[in-house]
C-alpha cells in the first residue's frame, strides 16, 4: 500500500510559478515511477511528468520547458515546479506511484486565470 498526499495548488495568474509536492507514505526509492497526471473538466487524465527510481524524466510535450520533477529520496516526496503557467495548464493535479499497482493520490487544484 501507498498512500500518496499532494498539495501546494491554488490560483495563479498567467505567467506565474507555483510547486506541487506529493507526499509518499513509503520509501519512493523503491518505486519504479512516480508521475503527475492532472485531469482538466471534461478531458482525459492526462501524463505531465514522470520520474523513475534511477532519477530519469519524461515530460508531455505541452510542459517541456515550464514544468520540472524532481523528487527527495530522504523526505519521500516528489514535486512538480510549474513556471510560465497558462490557463490551460488549469486542472486537477494528481500523483501516481508505480509500484507493482498503481496508486493515486485524492488531488490538488490548478487554476491559471488569464
Known amino acids: 500500500q501507498v498512500q500518496l498526499v499532494e498539495s501546494g495548488g491554488g490560483r495563479v495568474q498567467a505567467g506565474g510559478s507555483l510547486r506541487l509536492s506529493c507526499a509518499s507514505s513509503?520509501?519512493?526509492?523503491?518505486?519504479?515511477?512516480m508521475g503527475w497526471y492532472r485531469q482538466a473538466p471534461g478531458n482525459q487524465r492526462e501524463l505531465v511528468a514522470s520520474?523513475?527510481?534511477?532519477?530519469?524524466?519524461n515530460y508531455a510535450d505541452s510542459v517541456k520547458g515550464r514544468f520540472t520533477i524532481s523528487k527527495d529520496n530522504a523526505k519521500n516526496t516528489v514535486y512538480l515546479q510549474m513556471n510560465s503557467l497558462k490557463p490551460t495548464d488549469t486542472a486537477v493535479y494528481y500523483c501516481n506511484a508505480n509500484a507493482i499497482y498503481n496508486y493515486w493520490g485524492k488531488g490538488t487544484l490548478v487554476t491559471v486565470s488569464s
Open positions: 513509503r520509501d519512493i526509492f523503491s518505486i519504479d515511477v
Open positions: 520520474i523513475t527510481s534511477g532519477g530519469s524524466t
